[in-house]
């Protein structure tokens, strides 16, 4: 799966229309391969993206809330601890070398 790509449910607060198509368009240019389509390609990936947004939209609209609330700081600190564990392990590797 595409690192980019993050948990979109359960935000507070919601997560807004241009996030969800963010991540579509991300999805789309992980799958495709393409990152800046051309000529015939754009309309096919445009339509993509849009398809993709709707259907997020949807299915995140449709989901129950989880009791656990996620924040966009709580989810950048989780980020930077993860981080800190890769670097770590970059450190301890190096070492053993």
């Not at 754009?42 to 993709?52: H, K, P, T």
Request: overall charge positive.
């Amino acid at each position: 799966m595409c690192r980019n790509i993050r948990v979109l449910h359960n935000f507070e607060p919601p997560v807004t229309p241009d996030e969800i198509a963010a991540a579509a368009l991300q999805y789309v240019r992980k799958v495709s391969g393409v990152a800046k389509p051309t000529g015939e390609d754009l309309v096919a990936f445009d339509a993509s993206v849009a398809a993709i947004t709707a259907s997020t939209s949807t299915l995140l609209r449709s989901l129950r809330p989880r009791p656990v609330v996620r924040t966009r700081e709580g989810e950048r600190e989780k980020a930077k601890e993860r981080w800190s564990r890769r670097e770590e392990k970059i450190a301890e590797r190096a070492i053993r070398r």
